[in-house]
């Protein structure tokens, strides 16, 4: 009797002993599941950073691009001076030509989904704060008012441009590529100081752990 009771005894540990392991075990399996579906959360949400950074990038690039194609108009504004001796021909040749290379670069932009982005975020539970909308909404509104602003000026340029000067062709290519050349480089500031807040924060979060990113 003593006997049976031992053997049923040592049974009972073993059984007790085995469910522990058993329930250690899976601990450690779903506690090892849950870390690779943190790591695999903070890969996605890094990535997706790291994707706004670029698409801020490209942007940039193409606005600064504008002011690259439009040296060809400004070559061709000229020609069209010099053939013509015909100041509102060339203004108007000008500001055609200007506004087509403005809606090329508006059309790649529109193509990269900028602002709807924003939607894409939020379905991840990032850009709740709206810091990113709201940074590409502040930098497209001042691009418009200098996209504006550039185009006045420089047909206010071609207006006041003398016929009687022989040199007066040399020296109208000289002024309009100042001006844009100025304007160019206020487009690329534009980004450095406007687009400094949304950088540093996606710099910051590109940088964290991945339980501080998965924790949101």
């Known amino acids: 009797m003593i006997r049976i009771k031992k053997e049923a005894s040592i049974g009972e540990l073993l059984t007790g ?3 522990t392991i058993t329930v250690i075990g899976l601990f450690f399996a779903w506690n090892k599941e849950k870390e690779i579906e943190i790591q695999k959360q903070a890969h996605e949400i890094r990535e997706t950073y790291i994707s706004i950074n670029s698409r801020i990038d490209y942007w940039q690039n193409l606005n600064l691009h504008f002011y690259d194609k439009v040296d060809e ?6 020609i069209v001076f010099r053939d013509s001796r015909d100041m509102i021909k060339a203004r108007g040749f000008f500001w055609k030509s200007a506004l087509a290379e ?5 059309r790649q ?3 990269t989904g900028l602002e709807p982005y924003h939607l894409e975020l939020l379905s991840m539970s990032l850009d709740l704060d709206s810091t990113y909308l709201r940074a590409v909404k502040q930098v497209s509104f001042f691009l418009r008012k200098e996209f504006e602003n550039y185009i006045e000026k420089s047909a206010k340029e071609i207006e006041q441009a003398s016929l009687e000067d022989a040199n007066q062709t040399a020296i109208l290519g000289n002024k309009l590529r100042k001006i844009k050349t100025t304007y160019q480089n206020r487009t690329n500031d534009l980004f450095q100081n406007k687009m400094a807040d949304l950088r540093q924060h996606l710099h910051l979060n590109i940088n964290k752990s991945d339980k501080e990113l998965t924790s949101n």
């Open 17 to 19: 002993i085995s469910l």
């Open 73 to 78: 108009v400004i070559l061709e504004t000229t």
């Open 102 to 106: 403005r809606n090329d670069i508006d």
């Open 109 to 111: 932009i529109f193509e």
